[in-house]
């Protein structure tokens, strides 16, 4: 254990697990208001998500008390109904488009089970998503590969499995692919990743399509014709067009607009210029969700038709036609459907600041807040509490003062040891970035669909830990 003191003057401003700012008398944020604990926002929690008369919270019709005496705690909820639902709301806003869910987000072989019958397709980015997606029996003809470093072998099984679309994001790759596709005797469809200059105003670590970062070829630098000039000299591979892919989380619509035009501009720069129609512009993910109460997500429809606009609006001034449009929504799809519970172990009121409430989770189940300074909602989920409201830090178990769950909450000043939280929207980025952090072993994630729990993914145990360390 190292005291804050320490952690303030060991570790470089902003590292991840950075100590909370303290402060004489903590104040709540200006965005965060007294709840009203009886009901629970549509906004931030999965529509089936009530408080029955108990005071107990359900989700997709099973108590959360329940669900911690039969599965243990923490645990991710994952409603499984508020998952296909989102699946169909982001099918039918791209109705004129295709909608490739990002397993990054989340993947486990449920999901990619609700994804195939969802009609949606499935961008992947290793081999070890790929295989989760063919052992639940997707289709390779409905997966989009991505990476900015693909090995050999996983741009080989691209090739031999015939995925629909390679998106290549260097000159080396293109060499690399150029040798295997001939050698393989195959014509991969492939997109060029574009960098089209768009900071987005999510974390900078979110930001992927300002200049100086990894991924894409430049459009400033016009690096972007020079890659579709390689590709096409080659003939080898079937150049369909172009991707963008600007950030996460971005909560409003200007980015993508000001993405989509450019990447039009590129393409109605190609046909001029090489008489070449490139017919596919995939816009990547990055849709924001609400978190708290002081977020305003758009909805799917909203960015559909702004987007949309945008594309045909830029095509009709360039006199190009205007190209199928693709998207990879993630957290958008699977953000509000999971949440995690947790069971408190210790209360610590600091008189004149704030209590804080330890959790049996932390920052290996969601590493959000450190990484990012993420905000969560969360609430009591076992039982009515008529106490007055008090602002509580919801902390983790770890050993490092930056294993926050959630910064800012208020919760019933009777909060003891042995009650039970629920943060909401963990459904994205919770379990794929979970780690082992303290040989903690990984939650489960618990599927819950018409009222009807199990397991998705088990419970590690320590033994699944031991059995990795045979030195
Ligand atoms: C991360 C990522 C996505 C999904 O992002 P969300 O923010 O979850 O929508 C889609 N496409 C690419 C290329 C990505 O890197």
Request: with cysteine.
């Amino acid at each position: 254990m190292t005291t804050q003191s320490e952690l303030t003057t060991l570790r470089p401003a902003g590292a991840v697990g950075s100590p909370p700012q303290a402060g004489p008398a903590a104040q709540a944020p200006a965005w965060l208001s007294p709840p009203d604990h009886s009901s629970l926002s549509p906004t931030v929690w999965p529509p089936s998500a009530v408080r029955d008369h108990a005071g107990i919270v359900r989700i997709g019709g099973a108590d959360v008390v329940t669900l911690a005496d039969r599965f243990g705690t923490p645990a991710y909820l994952f409603d499984e109904d508020a998952f296909r639902a989102q699946c169909e709301v982001f099918r039918e806003a791209f109705h004129d488009a295709d909608v490739y869910y990002a397993a990054k987000a989340f993947l486990c072989k449920a999901v990619v089970r609700h994804v195939a019958e969802s009609g949606l397709f499935l961008d992947v980015c290793t081999e070890g998503e790929v295989q989760v997606a063919l052992a639940a029996g997707f289709s390779p003809s409905r997966m989009l590969l991505h990476g900015n470093n693909k090995s050999d072998r996983e741009l080989e099984l691209a090739l031999s499995l015939g995925i629909r679309r390679i998106v290549i994001d260097s000159f080396d790759e293109i060499e690399r692919l150029t040798g295997l596709a001939r050698r393989l005797g195959k014509r991969p469809g492939v997109l060029l990743r574009v960098t089209v200059g768009v900071r987005s105003d999510a974390h900078d670590h979110n930001a992927t399509a300002h200049e100086d970062q990894k991924f894409g070829f430049s459009v400033h630098t016009g690096e972007i014709h020079d890659a579709v000039r390689r590709v096409l000299a080659d003939d080898v591979m079937d150049l369909c067009g172009l991707h963008s892919h600007v950030g996460s989380q971005i909560l409003e619509t200007s980015g993508f607009e000001i993405a989509a035009r450019r990447a039009v501009g590129v393409m109605a720069q190609v046909s001029a210029e090489r008489g070449r129609v490139l017919a596919e512009l995939n816009l990547g993910g990055g849709f924001g969700i609400a978190y708290t109460g002081k977020d305003h997500a758009c909805s799917a429809a909203e960015l559909a038709r702004a987007i949309r606009t945008a594309v045909l609006h830029e095509s009709g001034r360039l006199g190009v036609t205007p190209p199928r449009l693709a998207f990879e929504p993630g957290r958008a799809i699977v953000g509000h459907a999971g949440c995690t519970l947790y069971r408190v172990g210790t209360v610590k009121p600091r008189p004149g600041l704030r209590t804080y409430a330890a959790v049996d989770g932390g920052m290996s189940d969601n590493v959000r807040p450190a990484l990012f300074g993420a905000d969560y909602s969360v609430t009591l989920g076992n039982r009515m509490s008529t106490a007055d409201q008090t602002l509580v830090r919801v902390v983790g178990r770890h050993c490092d003062a930056g294993d926050i769950v959630v910064r800012d909450a208020y919760l019933p000043g009777d909060l003891r040891a042995g009650d039970l939280l629920v943060v909401a929207a963990t459904g994205a980025y919770c379990r794929s970035l979970s780690s082992n952090f303290n040989h903690t072993p990984r939650p489960p994630v618990v599927g819950i669909a018409n009222g009807i729990s199990r397991e998705l993914i088990r419970r590690e145990t320590v033994a699944d830990l031991l059995a990795l360390d045979v030195g």
